[in-house]
């Protein structure tokens, strides 16, 4: 069985970071190790919250687990709070490198052309430092351009995308996704790029008339459990598009549901089973 360790915060209550990995990937049947980088009450998308910040321990558990002899099939980073946390991470990936560990970065910071609460354009610089490292990288167009410094785009040409993609794989990792792309009013999906193979990948499916938070958190994650299962990058994002949209219709199906947190719980048992 493959092991992954993921490096982001957890939060209390609203489905987001740590609370969906560990589920999402563990029912891919892929072990989930966590690093949790912070401690909040709940998501930021809330009125408020509490955060207590564990910055101080994780070089301290770095140790332990290079002493330890401990290795990974991937390190997967979402969100980060800090300048700090962004190079203790690239610490991580030095320690831990080895031909077989994918690193994966969701540089988590931004959506609909604004950075979220707290971050700042120096995070974005050092976060775009920090995918040159990785093999995998699954920011949205507002991410995309706060790491490239180009305008957020809110229409545009399926050119504009594969430019924006040829940069973003330029930094350096060999798989770039765009996420939330969307060419008509009734779809969305990720449009891909494989520098290697020199290929572009488009795959979308319906578009819903509403926005959830930690849907970005339950893409990548699922992203990760299908590659980690063997599918192939594209297919792996091709996948977790399929999932993340039933797993909006399921929380839309919910009388109770609230816009802060999606019913991926509903979608684990079909999920294993297509992998
Ligand atoms: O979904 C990304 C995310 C993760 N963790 C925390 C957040 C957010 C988005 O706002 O607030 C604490």
Do not use: W
């Amino acid at each position: 069985m493959k092991r992954i360790l993921t490096i982001q915060d957890i939060s209390c209550v609203g489905k987001c970071s740590l609370t969906v990995a560990l589920p999402i990937i563990s029912a891919a049947g892929v072990e989930c190790a966590v690093l949790p980088t912070a401690v909040l009450s709940n998501h930021t998308a809330f009125p408020s919250f509490t955060f207590c910040d564990l910055t101080e321990e994780l070089p301290v558990i770095e140790q332990k687990f290079q002493e330890l002899g401990f290795d990974f099939s991937a390190i997967y980073t979402g969100y980060l709070g800090s300048l700090r946390q962004i190079d203790i991470v690239r610490s991580y990936f030095r320690t831990f490198s080895s031909p077989d560990c994918l690193k994966v970065i969701d540089p988590v910071m931004a959506d609909h052309g604004k950075l979220y609460y707290g971050f700042t354009e120096e995070f974005a610089d050092n976060m775009c430092d920090l995918c040159r490292e990785a093999d995998v990288i699954l920011p949205n167009l507002s991410e995309a351009s706060f790491m490239l410094h180009t305008p957020y785009l809110e229409t545009y040409t399926e050119e504009q995308i594969r430019e924006l993609l040829h940069a973003l794989s330029e930094l350096g990792p060999r798989y770039a996704a765009l996420t939330g792309i969307s060419f008509a009013p009734d779809e969305i999906g990720v449009y891909a790029y494989d520098r290697v193979t020199n290929e572009y990948h488009y795959y979308k499916n319906e578009k819903l008339p509403v926005a959830f938070h930690g849907t970005g958190d339950i893409y990548a994650s699922l992203f990760l459990g299908a590659l980690m299962r063997g599918h192939s990058v594209f297919e792996s994002l091709d996948i977790a598009v399929d999932f993340t949209l039933l797993s909006m219709k399921k929380t839309l199906a919910d009388p109770e549901y609230r816009t802060y947190g999606v019913n991926f719980e509903q979608i684990l048992g079909d999920y294993a089973k297509a992998l």
